[in-house]
């Protein structure tokens, strides 16, 4: 029997899953053919739980989340399927059969789109920063996990896919002050992030704009839940609709 492991940084990703609150840095099980590891955001943290997913069973591995645009056509809330995962030597590989099952059960409405992802090891917070790296990878999108994940799936010869959607686009990005406000499961500090806001360092406009698009994400994160959950290893009782 095929189990799914799934890697989520942050809770507001996995919540497109589950209501369940989920241990921090630890499996979850969702039935019988699915985990969750919520790991919080970089590549160390991907890769321990995707390696924990695995040694707890899983026997395909998937990336699930957030990302940001490379290329100006994706806006917030388009969907991601990457072929393949830049990484500086050769790519990485996605399950391209698992991708095209997926796709296949999603509604027409979405934009879906294809080709690289890229990794980096820091949020990019500028839009010269997003452009530099889309001109050196010809990657659509970015994030931060998928590449960890997807070579712990390379090594041990498991099936690996990542499911990511735009949350900021490539014009736009979060601030880089608001990154000491943030915990590491991606939830926000108000103790860091009030003075912030108090001194004016970072606008309410701004956060209100990142809410929204974050909002629009999360809403096609969990479309693909609610019409390829199967796909991930998740029964419809264990949906989160």
Known sequence: ??????????????????????????STRLGESAAIWLCGMGEEAARGAAEGLRAGGATALMSFGLAGALDS???PGSLVLPESIYNTDHPLPVDLGWRGRLR????????????MLATSKHVLTSANAKRELFHATGACAVDMESGAVAEVAARA????????????PA?????????????????????????????RSVTFGTLLRLAVDSRAAC??????????????GIVPNNLRI
């Open 219 to 232: 809403s096609t994160l969990a479309t693909v839940v609610r019409y390829a959950g199967m796909e991930m």
């Open 104 to 115: 296949h059960l999603l509604p027409a409405h979405l934009r879906v789109a294809d080709g």
């Open 1 to 26: 029997m095929r189990i799914v492991g799934i890697v989520a940084a942050m809770r507001v990703e996995a919540r497109c899953i589950t209501s369940l609150r989920l241990p921090f840095n630890g």
């Open 157 to 168: 010869g498991l099936p690996f896919l990542a499911v990511r959607v735009i949350s900021d």
């Open 171 to 199: 014009e736009f990005s979060p601030p880089s002050l608001l990154i000491n406000a943030v915990r590491p499961d991606g939830s926000a500090d108000l103790a860091r992030l009030l003075p912030l806001l108090l001194r």
């Open 73 to 75: 056509r994706l806006r």
